[in-house]
């Protein structure tokens, strides 16, 4: 399977991606883990307007195979969530870095990527060959 890791993604260890837009971080699940992962079969996550810390969960996603938490890589509020996504798991599977993206952070402080991985290092983590 051939993976997509846009250049101006940062990944976490857990597989989330984070892609800032105007100030807010949208964030989801790698193309990788979701391939892992199987038939997606459930996916519950967090209501706008909660705030939540760096390292605390915002959703859970359900597969035939595995049921994985998903992991905040910043401290904020969710401005947004893809009810979509929720109400139809298969655009996760489909399409997890364009419509399956999760949800939308407003980060409580300046950003920095120094904690996540870029692309190429990513990529390099999860396709070693």
């Known amino acids: 399977m051939s993976y997509q890791f ?4 940062h990944y976490a260890d857990t597989h989330e991606y984070v892609l800032e837009e105007n100030g807010l ?3 989801g699940v790698s ?4 391939d892992q992962l199987g038939d997606i079969v459930f996916l519950e996550l967090a209501d ?7 390292g605390e969960t915002f959703g859970t996603i359900e597969s ?3 049921v994985e938490e998903v992991y905040l890589p910043f401290s904020g509020e969710i401005v947004s969530v893809n009810e979509s996504v929720i ?3 298969e655009l996760l599977q489909n399409d997890p870095i364009g419509e399956g993206w999760l949800i939308i952070l407003k980060p409580d402080s300046t950003v920095s990527f120094n904690d996540l991985m870029t692309s190429e290092v990513y990529k390099s983590k999860v396709m070693p060959n």
């Open 64 to 66: 035939v195979k595995a």
């Open 48 to 54: 706008k307007g909660k705030t939540l810390k760096k």
């Open 25 to 27: 971080l949208k964030i």
């Open 31 to 34: 193309e990788f883990a979701i």
């Open 6 to 9: 846009p250049d101006n993604f």
């Open 87 to 89: 109400d139809n798991p």
